[in-house]
């Protein structure tokens, strides 16, 4: 059968308290899954997964606030993120998604589903837990602009390979999508513990972990999914960022839960 997904997203954007909520809508005929990328991100990580998922799955991939074409807010609270999504999900008219987070997004997604759970149906969680301690303060030292791109991305040192979807060229240089100071300030807003939201929903949830992460222990990950209800614990062979490092195992992890739904 032929795809009806189009070859390229359709990039939309919902209007919040004045701020742009920007985000891709790769189309297609399937049921919605709302993607909420990680710090650092944006909505297009996601590319792969919504090709993978085909028209069986209408992905919308959100720029988060802060990240990739949305406006910066005047805060990074956990209540804005849940709000920026719920409103997404309204500005389009849906009541019933798939919500799928990594990292950053996934605590988004799990408290989107325990404050708003009429709008969330299932969760797919990538690599974050219950309980929450990181630091981002190593990137307050990458360079705001660079005369061009190859000193940004040598300014960037080791991170570079994964911030090349937030390079940007603007009027008086080379710079990132995001301001490091606004990623410093989301972080410490997201740490902490969250095990009540966990617990709170009651939807079926896949929690997919790498098996290399140095963010979300294996063993904080089993006590997860053996705690909440109609909760599935998938490791894939691969660090924080699974969805780039095993794209199609992890399409094919998402894709059996989703099936099961």
Known sequence: MTSTIPTEPERAAALVAGRRLSFLDFGGPGRPLLALHGHFDEGRTFTRLARELGDSWRVIALDQRGHGYSDRPADFSRTGYVEDAAAVLEHLGIDGAVVLGHSLGGVNAYQLAARRPGLVDALIVEDI?????????????????????????????????????????????????????????????????????????????????????????????????????????????????????????????????????
């Open 129 to 261: 837990g219950a309980v929450v301690d990181d630091d981002l303060s190593f990137s307050l030292s990458w360079p705001h602009r660079t005369p061009t791109r190859a000193e940004l991305l040598e300014g960037l040192g080791p991170s570079a390979g994964y911030l090349t979807d937030a390079v940007r060229e603007y009027p008086d240089g080379w710079g990132l999508a995001f301001d490091p100071r606004d990623m410093d300030d989301s972080q410490r807003c997201l740490n902490g513990d969250h095990w009540d939201d966990w617990l709170a929903g009651n939807c079926p949830a896949l929690l997919v972990r790498g098996s290399r992460s140095r963010v979300l222990g294996a063993e904080h990950a089993r006590d997860m999914a053996a705690r909440r209800l109609r909760t599935r614990l998938v490791e894939l062979p691969a660090g924080h960022t699974v969805h780039k490092t095993v794209p199609a195992e992890f399409a094919a992890a998402v894709r059996g839960f989703l099936y099961s739904l």
